[in-house]
C-alpha cells in the first residue's frame, strides 16, 4: 500500500535528519518554506520560462528532480516498513507512516511533488504482492488521497497552519478520518478484489484495517512534519530547548514503563497505559503543537515496537487486532491533544497580544503624561511672560491717567491723549497675538486659499508702517509687483505684518526693504533689515514663543515675544517655506516662498472703509447690552459722541422693559456673556420675538474659543473680539445698518 501526490519540491538531505527544503512552486502561486521567499524555482506562470538562461533551468530542474528523489526514497522505506507489519493481508497493513508523509509534502512543499509519491508506490506494492496493475491502482489510491486531503486542508483548514486554531485542528481530521483516507483504502482493495488477490469475504475487515493505518498515518506523521518544517523559532532559547527535551523524555520513560516488553505484562500493569496522558497534556499546556505532535509520535513508535514484541496492554492473540486497537488508542490521544494545545497557543498568542498592547498603552500614557507636564510647564511659562508684557501697558495706561487728572496745558493734554491711545494699540496687538496662537494651538484656522495680486498686501505693509517708521528715523522701502500669489489673504498678510513688525521694532538705524523676486513658479518675498542680526546660534530659538534676542537700545514695549512664533506657525498651516539670513551687526533677511499664479481678470476691487463723516446716525437707536456698568457707560458714552440714540441694560429682562416704552431698535450691540450662565444670543433672540422681526446684532466677546464663534455664525451674526478697536466697531456698525435700510427699500419697492 502506498500513498500520496504533491506538489512541485526541492529537498536535500532529509534521510541524514537535516531538511533543508527549497521554494517550489505550483501553479501560479510560489510556496516556500518557514514562511521566507526564496526565488529559486518559479512557476511557468509567474515567469516566462525562455526568459531564464540555460544554466538557471538546468540548477532548477536539478533541485527539483533531487527533491522527488528524496522524497520517493523516504516514502520507500517508509512503505516496504509498514508492509512488513501485514498480517491480514499483504497490501493492507495496519501500520502505514508513507500516508503522513505523503500528505505533509504536499501541504509543505506543493501538488508537483505526487511523482515522487506515485512511483515510490507503484514500487513498493509490485514487489510485495499482487501485480503491476494493481500496484498502479493502489499507487494510484495513495496519490489521489495526498493530493486531495490536501486541496481540502488548504481550502477549508488554513493549509500549512492547520495546527494552530482548534477549529482547524478538529477539520484537518474530519478530511483525513472521512474523505481523504477512504479514498485509497476504497481504490486499493477494490482493485486487489477485482483481480482476485482478495476474498471478497474479507473485503470489509481489511478496508477497516488499510483504512485506520492511512488515519494514523495522517494523524501522527503528518503534523509533526508539518510543524517542525513551519517552525519560526529560529533564535535558541536554552530554558524552551531544556523543557522540550524533559517532555520528550517524559513520553519516552512512560512509553518504557506502559508499553515496552522489557517488563513484564500483568494485569495490574495495563492501567500503566493511561499514563501516556502525561506527557501529551505535559507538552499541549506548555509546548505548543509541535512538541505535542512530537510527544504523540515518539509515544507511538514506542506503543507499536512494544506491541509487536507483545509487550503492553494492547497485545492480543491476533497481531492484527492488536496493532488496530493501538491504532485507536493513538487517534484518541493525539487529536484531543492537538485540539488542546491549538487551543493554548491561540490564548498565549491573545495574551502576548494583550501585553503588548498594554505595553503600548502604558508607553503611550507615558508620552502622553510627559506631553501634559510639558503642556502645564509651558502654560506656566505662558501666563508669567503674559502676565509681565500685559503689566507694562497697563502701568503705562495709570500714569498717563493720573497724568490726565492734573492739570495741563493743551498741547500736553493732546500728548497725554496720544500715549493712551498708542498704548491701547499695543495692548490690543498683544491680546490679538495671544487670540492667534489660541487658535493655531486649538487647531481650528483653516486656510481660505485664493488667487490674488501681491500689491494689495504690499501696499497695506507700506501704509501700516509708513508713519511707525518715519517717527523712528528709519526709511521704509516697499517695491512694488504685479505677481499673483495662491494662498490664504489674511494669513500671508498676517506673516508679513508680523516680519515687518519685527524688523521696525530690533532696527535702530538705516531701513527696511520689502520686495519680492520670481523663483520658477514660486514668488519669494523678502523683508531686509539693517538691524543688529541674529547669531548663529539663535537663528532657530528666535522662532520659539516668548523668545526675544536682547536689544541694547530699544526697548520692548509692546512685545511679547510671538510675532516669530506665530509667523513659523502660520506658514507651516499654509506649506509656505521660510528663509533666514543674518550677519551679526550688518542686518537680517526674511524670505517666504508663495506659489505664483496667472494674472486673473476680476472686477472686485478693494473697497475702502468709509470715513466717519460718512456715517449716517441721525435717527438710529443702538441697544447695548452688558452686564458689566463700566462696559455700558464706556460703550454707551462712545456712541452716543457718534450721534446715535444709545438705550443700555444690564439683561434681556431690562431690555424688554425699556423697550416697551420706545421704538424697535435699529441695532443691537451685546456681550455674548451675561449673568448667570445666559449668552448675548439668547437676550437678541426674545427681543426679536417680542417686536416680531430681525433686528441686526453685534456680539461681543473676550471668550476665544471656537463654540461661540461658532454659534455666533450660525445665527447670522456678527462677532468681534475684545479689546474692540473703536474705529472697527463704527464701521461695522455701518455696514450693518446700512444693509438693513438696503434690504427695507427693496422689499418697500417691491
Not at 486659499?449 to 516697499?478: N, S, W, Y
Not at 435717527?619 to 452716543?640: N, R
Amino acid at each position: 500500500m502506498s500513498h500520496r501526490s504533491g506538489a512541485g519540491v526541492s529537498i536535500n538531505r532529509l534521510v541524514s535528519g537535516k531538511v533543508a527544503i527549497f521554494d517550489l512552486y505550483q501553479g501560479d502561486q510560489k510556496v516556500s518554506h518557514d514562511g521566507q521567499s526564496n526565488c529559486l524555482v518559479q512557476a511557468t506562470t509567474m515567469s516566462d520560462p525562455r526568459s531564464l538562461t540555460p544554466e538557471i533551468n538546468f540548477r532548477q530542474g536539478t533541485r527539483y528532480a533531487g527533491g522527488l528523489v528524496a522524497i520517493g526514497v523516504i516514502y520507500f522505506v517508509l512503505a516496504k516498513g509498514g508492509l512488513a507489519l501485514a498480517s491480514f493481508h499483504p497490501s493492507a497493513t495496519p501500520i502505514w507512516p508513507p500516508t503522513g508523509l505523503a500528505l505533509a509534502a504536499v501541504l509543505l512543499w506543493g501538488y508537483r511533488t505526487w511523482p515522487a509519491i506515485f512511483i515510490a508506490a507503484v514500487i513498493a506494492n509490485a514487489t510485495t504482492a499482487g501485480s503491476v496493475a494493481t500496484a498502479i491502482a493502489i499507487a494510484t489510491g495513495n496519490t489521489l488521497e495526498a493530493v486531495v486531503g490536501a486541496y481540502l486542508v488548504n481550502r477549508w483548514s488554513r493549509g500549512r497552519h492547520t495546527f494552530s486554531r482548534p477549529n482547524s485542528v478538529a477539520k484537518f481530521a474530519l478530511i483525513c478520518i472521512v474523505i481523504a483516507t477512504p479514498i485509497s483504502a476504497s481504490i486499493g482493495l477494490t482493485s486487489l478484489a477485482t483481480a482476485g488477490y482478495i476474498d471478497r469475504t474479507n473485503f470489509a475487515n481489511a478496508w477497516v484495517t488499510w483504512w485506520l493505518g492511512d488515519v494514523t498515518g495522517a494523524l501522527v506523521i503528518a503534523p509533526v512534519i508539518v510543524l517542525w518544517a513551519s517552525s519560526h523559532d529560529h533564535a535558541f532559547d536554552r530554558d524552551d530547548s531544556l523543557e522540550t527535551v524533559g517532555v520528550l523524555a517524559t513520553a519516552a520513560a512512560v512509553g518504557l514503563i506502559a508499553f515496552s516488553p522489557l517488563i513484564e505484562q500483568t494485569p495490574s500493569r495495563d492501567p500503566l497505559g493511561f499514563l501516556a496522558i502525561l506527557p501529551m497534556l505535559w507538552a499541549a499546556l506548555r509546548r505548543g503543537p509541535r512538541d505535542t505532535a512530537t510527544v504523540a509520535l515518539v509515544l507511538a513508535g514506542i506503543t507499536v515496537w512494544g506491541t509487536l514484541t507483545g509487550g503492553g496492554p494492547f497485545t492480543t492473540a491476533d497481531l492484527n487486532v492488536s496493532f488496530l486497537l493501538v491504532l485507536m488508542f493513538l487517534i484518541s490521544i493525539t487529536v484531543p491533544s492537538l485540539l488542546l494545545s491549538a487551543d493554548v497557543e491561540v490564548r498565549k498568542r491573545g495574551e502576548k497580544r494583550l501585553r503588548r498592547a498594554q505595553v503600548e498603552l502604558e508607553r503611550k500614557v507615558a508620552e502622553r503624561t510627559q506631553e501634559l507636564e510639558l503642556a502645564n510647564a509651558a502654560k506656566s511659562r505662558f501666563l508669567a511672560m503674559a502676565s509681565h508684557d500685559l503689566r507694562q501697558p497697563l502701568h503705562a495706561l495709570g500714569l498717563f491717567i493720573a497724568q490726565l487728572r492734573m492739570p495741563l496745558r493743551s498741547a500736553e493734554r493732546t500728548r497725554t491723549i496720544e500715549l493712551v491711545d498708542a498704548t491701547r494699540k499695543e495692548m490690543d496687538e498683544m491680546l490679538n497675538s495671544l487670540l492667534d496662537m489660541s487658535k493655531l494651538d486649538a487647531g481650528i484656522l483653516i486656510p481660505t486659499i485664493t488667487e490674488f495680486p501681491i500689491a494689495r498686501l504690499l501696499q497695506k505693509i507700506e501704509t501700516t508702517f509708513d508713519q511707525a517708521t518715519r517717527e523712528t528715523g528709519l526709511r521704509l522701502r516697499v517695491r512694488r509687483s504685479d505677481a499673483w500669489v495662491r494662498s490664504d489673504a489674511m494669513l500671508l498678510e498676517r506673516i508679513l505684518l508680523n516680519l515687518v513688525s519685527n524688523a521696525v521694532r530690533y532696527t535702530l538705524r538705516g531701513g527696511i526693504i520689502v520686495g519680492c523676486r520670481r523663483r520658477g513658479q514660486m514668488l519669494r518675498i523678502e523683508v531686509w533689515d539693517s538691524g543688529p542680526g541674529i547669531p548663529e546660534d539663535q537663528k532657530q530659538n528666535i522662532f520659539g514663543e516668548f523668545f526675544q534676542l536682547a536689544a541694547r537700545d530699544r526697548n520692548r514695549y509692546g512685545s511679547m515675544g510671538l510675532g516669530l512664533a506665530i509667523v513659523d506657525r502660520l506658514r507651516l498651516l499654509l506649506n509656505h517655506p521660510i528663509d533666514l539670513a543674518s550677519t551679526v551687526g550688518r542686518g537680517s533677511r526674511f524670505a517666504i516662498l508663495v506659489p505664483m499664479v496667472d494674472e486673473c481678470d476680476t472686477s472686485a476691487e478693494p473697497v475702502d472703509s468709509p470715513h466717519p463723516a460718512a456715517f449716517a446716525v441721525e435717527g438710529k437707536v443702538v441697544l447695548v447690552i452688558a452686564d458689566a456698568p463700566i462696559v455700558q457707560e464706556g460703550t454707551g458714552g462712545l456712541l452716543g459722541r457718534w450721534g446715535y440714540t444709545v438705550l443700555t441694560t444690564g439683561s434681556d429682562e431690562a431690555a424688554l422693559i425699556r423697550l416697551a416704552e420706545r421704538q424697535r431698535p435699529d441695532l443691537i450691540i451685546s456681550d455674548y456673556h451675561l449673568a448667570n450662565g445666559k449668552t448675548g444670543i439668547r437676550a437678541i433672540e426674545k427681543i426679536n420675538a417680542a417686536f416680531g422681526s430681525s433686528i441686526p446684532a453685534i456680539l461681543i466677546s473676550g471668550d476665544t474659543a471656537p463654540e461661540p464663534a461658532r454659534e455666533v455664525k450660525d445665527r447670522g451674526y456678527i462677532l468681534l473680539h475684545k479689546p474692540v478697536d473703536p474705529m472697527r466697531l463704527r464701521a461695522v456698525m455701518h455696514e450693518l445698518l446700512m444693509d438693513h435700510d438696503d434690504g427695507r427699500d427693496t422689499r418697500a419697492a417691491s
